[in-house]
């Protein structure tokens, strides 16, 4: 099972779901070869390409694939000053897509993660199990222990109360990843030969209350729902942490659905990771936040927002004044980051001019 | 004598270990005394004839201690083929050891409850007669005793949610993001295991969906997150005894209990309990394999009038058990469990005597474990 998925080509043509409502926002700095093998999957999909780096590098995309292409200079020009808070040579650049994208889903998407096998040899539709996942209720605010109850030969298992089963959005859908696992530098460094072999065949909601480490690398989500909390913060050239872009997001997205009343969920898909990036290289980039997160994530679970924040761009302007007062402490970059989180906002809402939409209730 | 006066402990095996004898190892050898922990199978017996049950299990069971307790309830005799090492509780066993009063509470599937009070061992593996070893998507038979135990005896993680679920298993570990605090876990006190074929459905999903039987394997075992409440299934469960023991407790019975699984909830209620405990006392519960195989039994629309009783209970209970808060000073178990049972008490006994009579169920358990249960009560963390 750790080999991609070859002849893809060959498969069955795809019922295309959302195919008007859902953009693929790619960032990348090298090239978009890794399209071909998604080709019978997203090419009836709109593409985003985010180009980090050299602005004056041409992106070759495949044939036949329908998209805009932003690089550095695209970003400058359309946000102006607010262009500050988007990251320069790191992948975190992808949250622009994101912002300029009118779409109601978003699926995002790592150049290096090519199509998997499920058990039974067949190619992996990463594309069509997310929007599952989004079109399907989660169920935070009691643990089904067969899963998702949602999904074909699944259900609520006895004891669940009834009252709970309609469930709630689902905001986001978190894919998983066989063959390079995400670690981190030192796990990277301890483990450099281990690979991810295990297909676990579920789909759970993550409970309210709980935090989880979000990797950005084949991530899907509802923008309606939930797109401002999708904020990569502030990573790479010029900051003193990298790795952590989508981390951020994920923890501030769980701290706001919990608050709404959305859910996010983890496991299926799985899509095939083919690239280990240097682990010293990423040791010099995530070393402070190994010592951050430690301070990051009690911050993240005592986080309460008032009941007056209910809409999603209320609740991150919040937690981006908690960040200031709790967090400047722990490092001058916090606050930076701070003043970053709410030209992120700024910008998105001048970007999304229909206005703040009251997004779920306020828990 | 040493055996049979129940004295040889884990411990003092050690030591005789230690001594480096022969005669001590050919005789070790002999009684086939297992060194490692030796879990310990309450089975209850709701059918007379376990034989078939018995065998299936029989080359994954026949290395432990077995304590088979039989429903009190039940009139014909038990057939329990040869071969295993085991003690049998019976009606008058009960009474004797909790009086005749008080062996009331331990019919039906609270049977099971009797084995896990009696026992001695550390650990305990209870898994209904209806289940079968299950085969993995290798077409392996799955020894879900072993599972339980690795379950058990690895830790925990309920602070911080893993996106590859268990980080102690082959293959696998915490990823980037996890802290590394946190990462040393906390001791698993609870694993729940689930099931293949006919799964743990109320009666009216499975009368809805009557053909409907989970075929799906799911390769993973997951710590539930701290405060996070699940319906914890009898069926296929194991915990650490000397840790939580008292918190797994027959107690609330529904008026029309009967004697299929969707026609109870005691199971769903004590899982709640033990839950709320572990969440207080900084103990894991984990989730997910082993699998047994669970067959067809019963019919979901006969049993439908009888559980409806059970599925609108949940209403209440799910609410009532997310907002329970143990106070500092709770620190065993037991005491743990007293708490929950006043609180029970007080809010709601009010509202159906049903939930008051299972508040005095607790707090009559706490006494009886500290009575027949346990040598010395242990704090929990």
């Known amino acids: 099972m750790a080999e991609p998925a070859t002849a893809t080509q060959a498969a069955a043509p795809v019922v295309a779901l959302l195919k008007d409502e859902l953009d693929i926002v790619i960032p990348t700095i090298r090239n978009l070869d890794f399209l071909e093998m998604w080709r019978p999957f997203f090419q009836p999909y709109h593409l985003i390409i985010v180009q980090d780096g050299d602005p004056s590098k041409t992106i070759k995309v495949p044939e036949g694939f329908d998209y805009e292409l932003y690089n550095r200079n695209d970003i400058n020009r359309i946000l102006g000053p607010k262009a500050s808070c988007i990251s320069f040579k790191d992948s975190a650049c992808r949250c622009f897509g994101y912002m300029v994208s009118k779409k109601k889903y978003i699926f995002t998407i790592d150049d290096d993660c090519f199509v998997a096998k499920d058990p039974s040899g067949k190619a992996i539709n990463a594309l069509e199990q997310h929007i599952k996942n989004l079109l399907s209720p989660s169920t935070p605010f009691f643990f089904n222990t067969l899963y998702d109850p949602f999904r074909e030969g699944a259900d609520f298992v006895r004891g669940y109360p009834f009252s709970l089963r309609e469930g709630v959005p689902t905001a986001a859908s978190h894919g998983l990843w066989l063959n390079i696992p995400d670690y981190d530098a030192p796990t990277q460094l301890v483990k450099p030969l281990e690979r991810n072999t295990r297909y676990v065949d579920a789909v759970l909601t993550i409970p309210k209350g709980t935090l989880f480490p979000m990797c950005g690398m084949n991530l899907a989500f509802n923008r309606e729902l939930i797109g401002p909390a999708m904020y990569f913060g502030l990573m790479g050239d010029g900051q003193p942490i990298g790795r952590y872009d989508d981390m951020w997001a994920g923890w501030c997205t769980k701290v706001i659905c919990d608050h709404l009343g959305l859910g996010v969920k983890t496991g299926l898909p799985y899509i095939f990771h083919s690239k280990a990036s240097n682990p010293f290289v990423n040791l010099r980039k995530e070393y402070k936040g190994i010592y951050w997160q430690e301070e990051i994530i009690p911050f993240f679970q005592q986080a309460v927002l008032p009941k007056d924040c209910t809409t999603v761009q209320k609740c991150y302007i919040e937690l981006a004044k908690q960040v200031k007062e709790k967090l400047s402490k722990v490092d001058p970059y916090f606050d930076k980051l701070a003043d970053a989180m709410v030209t992120w906002i700024e910008a998105w809402d001048e970007l999304n001019p229909t206005g703040p939409v009251p997004n779920g209730k306020a828990a | ?381």
Request: charged share 25%.
């Open chain 2, 1 to 381: 004598r040493t055996l049979r006066a129940g004295k040889l402990t884990e411990r003092v095996l050690k030591l005789f270990i230690a001594t480096g004898k022969d005669e001590v190892f050919s005789l070790i050898q002999a009684l086939n005394i297992q060194v490692t922990v030796t879990p310990v199978l309450p089975t209850r017996a709701l059918r007379p004839d376990l034989t078939s049950f018995m065998n299936e299990w029989r080359t994954i069971f026949s290395r432990f201690h077995l304590i088979i307790v039989k429903d009190p309830d039940l009139k014909e005799e038990l057939k329990i083929p040869e071969g295993f090492n085991l003690d049998v509780y019976k009606k008058p066993d009960i009474d004797r050891v909790v009086g005749t009063s008080t062996s009331t509470i331990f019919s039906g599937y609270s049977c099971r409850y009797f084995g896990y009070l009696v026992s001695r061992k550390k650990y305990i593996i209870s898994v209904d007669d209806d289940c079968y070893p299950a085969k993995d998507n290798k077409g392996i038979l799955v020894d879900a005793v072993a599972q339980h135990i690795t379950n058990l005896t690895t830790p925990a993680t309920p602070f911080f949610f893993n996106t590859l679920y268990d980080p102690f298993t082959e293959g696998a570990d915490f990823v980037r993001g996890y802290p590394f605090s946190l990462r040393s876990g906390v001791q698993c006190a609870l694993s729940c295991g689930l099931w293949l074929n006919l799964a743990d459905y109320d009666a009216p999903t499975q009368a809805l969906k009557p053909e409907e039987r989970n075929s799906r394997y799911v390769d993973a075992v997951l710590t539930v997150p701290a405060r996070t409440l699940m319906p914890i299934s009898g069926i296929n469960i194991a915990f650490n005894r000397e840790v939580i023991g008292p918190a797994l407790l027959p107690s609330l019975r529904l008026g029309g209990e009967g004697k299929f699984r969707w026609e109870t909830m005691e199971d769903i209620w004590s899982g709640m309990c033990v839950k709320v405990v572990c969440d207080h006392l900084g103990l894991g519960v984990k989730t997910g394999m082993p699998y047994v195989w669970r067959n067809d039994r019963g019919d979901a629309i006969a049993s439908l009038r009888k559980e409806w009783e059970g599925v609108k209970l949940m209403e209440e209970v799910v609410p009532f058990f997310q907002s329970v808060r143990l106070s500092r000073e709770a620190t065993t178990t037991e005491d743990c469990v007293a708490e929950v049972a006043n609180v029970v008490k007080e809010q709601l006994g009010t509202k159906d005597p049903m939930f008051a009579r299972a508040a005095k169920a607790m707090l009559d358990w706490v006494k009886l474990w500290k009575s027949v249960g346990s040598s010395t009560s242990s704090p929990g963390a």
